[in-house]
């Protein structure tokens, strides 16, 4: 069975004027490739890039592509409203060595599926690097349809989709084009069940906070240990429940406890207050993840 792939989002750390946290960035980067992790998603919804400033966003690509040169494969999200703005941050992103353009359908205003697939085109043929669509409908309100990929996935630089939520969205892709279209499943809950099913590219935000644990369900499932594949999925989805339940103000606190600085929430997002800093710090599974960030302890994860 092929090696189970996982792409992490990567957060964004800002400074508190709300610029690049470059000591962050590099920590949190360096936290993501030496766990071995495959890939990393930067300025994707996790990354925030539609609240960056617009400097912001350009380091954040400059840097992360330096820093990341020859560690595995770099993806930038470049989704913005319209076709104009999308295509100014392809164009953008062009002049930098990385591995893919990442594209959120539009939001704020509706589109139909015929006009998405004149969106796909146009911007595949404006970016230099592969570009891979993003179907994220609880965030734009825009949900692609099976037969619209099908027909963009005919363009030679349309190369793959990110699919979070729908996970029978994803499984009708794989089953219809997925030996000649990459097809990433969001089901950050369920990595290890749909390994097991034969799914075995992931990505999501969550990684980013526990890589290594995040590579050891991939170590774990592709030795046919399933029983400690489980014991590893349960601890980095109480970690995701943790950050569904407090943001994104929880996802800084967890990254700074584990050394990694930088705020991560961009205003207005407020940060925790102490109290709820010392209940989360508290959490046992959060416990063991400040104590064993690099996955150590394999002989009893559960």
């Known amino acids: 069975m092929p ?15 709300e610029s690049l946290h470059l000591a962050g960035l590099e920590a949190h980067l360096d936290d993501q490739w030496d766990a071995g992790i495959d890939g990393l998603l930067v300025a994707g919804t996790m990354g925030q890039m539609q609240m960056l400033a617009d400097r912001t966003y350009q380091q954040l690509v400059e840097k ?20 104009a703005r999308t295509r100014d941050r392809i164009e953008l992103v062009n002049r930098y ?20 697939i004149d969106y796909y085109l146009a911007l595949a043929d404006v970016a230099r690097h592969p570009l891979y669509l993003y179907n994220l409908p609880s965030r734009t309100q825009s949900q692609l349809e099976v037969a619209t990929v099908e027909r963009v996935a005919e363009h030679p630089n349309i190369a793959g989709v990110k699919c979070s939520q729908d996970l029978d969205f994803a499984k009708q892709l ?29 990505l ?7 890589p290594a644990w995040t590579v050891a369900i991939g170590r774990s499932a592709d030795a046919g240990d399933w029983q400690r594949a489980a014991a590893w999925q349960k601890r980095l989805s109480h970690i995701l429940e943790l950050v569904r339940s407090g943001g994104l103000s ?12 930088g705020n991560y929430a961009p205003k207005p997002y407020r940060p925790l207050n102490e109290s709820q800093y010392e209940c989360l710090l508290e959490d046992p599974v959060v416990q063991q993840l400040l104590k064993d960030p690099t996955a150590r302890d394999e002989a009893s994860p559960d």
């Not at 996982?6 to 964004?12: S, Y």
């Not at 369920?190 to 034969?198: I, M, P, Q, S, W």
């Open 3 to 17: 090696k189970t792939r996982f792409i992490g989002a990567l957060g964004t750390p800002l400074t508190e004027d």
């Open 64 to 83: 992360s592509a330096e820093l990341s040169a020859g560690r595995g494969e770099v993806m930038i999200g470049v989704g913005d409203a319209s076709f």
């Open 97 to 116: 060595p990385v591995d893919a353009v990442v594209v959120l359908t539009p939001y704020f205003v509706a589109f139909s599926q015929e006009e998405l």
């Open 174 to 202: 794989i089953d219809r084009i997925g030996d000649r279209f990459r097809v990433i499943v969001a089901q950050p809950f369920h990595v290890d069940t749909l390994v097991r099913e034969g799914i075995i590219e992931h």
């Open 204 to 210: 999501d935000g969550i990684f980013t906070v526990a």
């Open 250 to 261: 929880v996802y800084t606190a967890l990254l700074n406890a584990r050394g990694i600085g």
